[in-house]
Nanobody
Framework: QVQLVESGGGLVQAGGSLRLSCAASGRTFSSYAMGWFRQAPGKEREFVAAISWAGPYTYYADSVLGRFTISRDNGKNAVLLQMNSLKPEDTAVYYC??????????????????WGQGTQVTVSS
């Protein structure tokens, strides 16, 4: 069993940066692939980025490639999402997710069985 808690969201101007953190509890965290998803008002939840259980493999949505970086620290049970060059269209609630059945990153929300409560990111123009 893993519990996920996101933090680091907030209000930022376009072109700015934010770093989201996901704190995980549970001894099996290091064996899970982890991902970030986001959901804007009136839209479906969409994939942002994912990372393999040991960290060498990452996977990004085209819309964030080159601007966002996902990383993990298994010693600290944490997953980070560094977001640079933010745009108003990045505004959404961002969710951390854990996939206990796969070690490699996937972009489908139904692959993930653990979810955090979300943190709001708002980018003003």
């Amino acid at each position: 069993q893993v519990q996920l808690v996101e933090s680091g969201g907030g209000l930022v101007q376009a072109g700015g940066s934010l770093r989201l953190s996901c704190a995980a509890s549970g001894r099996t965290f290091s064996s899970y692939a982890m991902g970030w998803f986001r959901q804007a008002p009136g839209k479906e939840r969409e994939f942002v980025a994912a990372i393999s259980w040991a960290g060498p493999y990452t996977y990004y949505a085209d819309s964030v490639l080159g601007r966002f970086t996902i990383s993990r620290d298994n010693g600290k049970n944490a997953v980070l999402l560094q977001m640079n060059s933010l745009k108003p269209e990045d505004t959404a609630v961002y969710y951390c997710a854990g996939d206990s059945r796969n070690r490699n990153p996937r972009n489908r929300a139904n692959s993930y069985d653990y979810w955090g409560q979300g943190t709001q990111v708002t980018v003003s123009s």
